[in-house]
């Protein structure tokens, strides 16, 4: 990688920079500084109200469930198209990315008539005793649905890169698949897998449009962190609202990091393998 020879290059590079500065970092900084505008007794007064606190629960709940289920089905996945030839192998390739090509809107209206009280199974669900649209198991769901790819894709490549030969030699020597998996193939893919964790936690924090469809909208039940900006905005609660999109810029903030590491990381492990 060379260094900007004319003026020309610089010229790219300073428009980039400000491109930049001016789509990510000024929004940014607009964000926390409407936030800490009213003062450090209003932002704590903001972040000790009810609907806050709940809105808080309820987002990190979402991510606790959705980030285990999509890693174990991630790794089923990808354990699956990268070790076993198979009819429909190419198809269920093609399937993982339904997700990235449906819009998160158009899911989360799906999963409303399917498994809404005016369906068979939602009214089953709840005459049940569990309400599954407008309650948090559908924001679970439709959440699920939405990151489901993000650890497979990550994982896929990394897996097809570094071949079977070990887990072979392992096989022939004996080793059940359990062994094989716990003491060669996820100490070679740990990185990996934990970009997937923090791609998919990010975009389970951070997800609006399907969610918005299933949860009703209610306050202190239903309302994520993403819900509950909109809603204070709607509200004409400002200061409030900022205080909300801030604890989402933090997160965000905190994610980058991870995942900036996960990369160095990974690449530092790739290169020492091709050398």
């Not at 903001?46 to 709940?61: C, K, Q, R, S």
């Not at 769901?141 to 890169?161: D, E, H, K, N, S």
Request: charged share 15%; proline share 4%; hydrophobic share 55%.
């Amino acid at each position: 990688m060379k260094k900007p020879q004319d003026w020309r290059q610089w010229a790219l590079v300073v428009l980039g920079l400000m491109v930049v500065a001016l789509i990510l970092l000024v929004p940014l900084a607009l964000i926390f500084t409407k936030a800490l505008a009213g003062g450090l007794e209003l932002l704590w007064s903001n972040l000790g109200e009810d609907y806050m606190l709940h809105a808080i629960g309820l987002t990190l709940l979402v991510a606790a469930i959705t980030v285990p289920l999509n890693l174990c089905f991630g790794i089923c996945l990808a354990w699956c198209v990268t070790h076993y030839d198979f009819r429909g192998r190419k198809l269920l390739t093609t399937l993982i990315d339904i997700p990235y090509a449906v819009s998160p809107v158009v899911a989360g209206l799906c999963y409303l008539v399917v498994y809404g009280l005016e369906s068979f199974i939602g009214r089953w669900f709840y005459d049940n005793g569990m309400q599954l649209m407008f309650a948090w198991p559908g924001i679970v769901m439709v959440t699920v649905f939405v990151t489901a790819p993000y650890v497979a894709r990550i994982l896929i490549p990394v897996m097809q890169t570094q071949g079977q030969d070990e887990e072979t030699a392992a096989m022939c020597l004996g080793a059940s698949g359990w062994q094989i998996f716990r003491r060669i193939s996820l100490p070679k893919i740990k990185w990996a897998l934990l970009y997937g964790v923090v791609v998919t936690n990010a975009r389970a924090v951070g997800e609006f449009g399907a969610v918005s469809v299933v949860s009703g909208t209610i306050i202190n039940q239903t309302l994520t962190l993403p819900l509950l900006v909109d809603q204070l905005n709607n509200d004409y609660k400002p200061a409030a609202a900022f205080t909300a999109a801030g604890l989402l810029a933090c997160m965000a903030l905190l994610t980058l990091f991870l995942k900036t590491f996960m990369e160095w990381r990974q690449r530092r492990l790739m290169q020492r393998a091709e050398a």
